[in-house]
């Protein structure tokens, strides 16, 4: 997004509205940017994410409620890796777990 609003004339306005943020954010990023901050040589981008509908149980079997600590949350990695978390796990140990994880 910075180097799409560095493109040309007033192009930092437009990107924002496109991605809807605030013109203010987009400049600071802009100005970490050319201050060598934000590195594009940095390997990050979004992961895409999909959820899929739980499969249809048959009429025999019910599955008995999980407990939210029996909840599992799988992230696969840019790498290549797979990561299985419980969902009660703390956000910022994952924080601290993902670029290790996804190093090459």
């Known amino acids: 997004m910075v180097e799409e609003s560095l493109q040309g004339f007033r192009q930092g306005s437009a ?3 496109r991605y809807g943020l605030s013109r203010s ?9 050319r201050s060598g901050l934000l590195s594009a040589s940095v390997s990050t981008g979004f ?3 999909s959820l899929s509908p739980p499969a249809a149980a ?3 079997m019910t599955a008995p ?3 939210e600590d029996d909840k599992a949350i799988e992230i696969g990695l840019p790498n290549g ?3 299985t978390i419980p969902a009660s796990l703390d956000p ?3 924080a601290r ?3 290790v994880l996804d190093a090459p």
Do not use: E, G, H, N
């Open 92 to 94: 910022t140990i994952l």
């Open 58 to 60: 048959s009429c025999d």
């Open 81 to 83: 890796r797979r990561l």
């Open 97 to 99: 777990l993902l670029p």
């Open 15 to 17: 990107t924002a509205r």
């Open 65 to 67: 409620p999980r407990s």
């Open 47 to 49: 992961v895409p994410l």
């Open 25 to 33: 954010l987009l400049t600071t990023w802009r100005r970490q940017y």
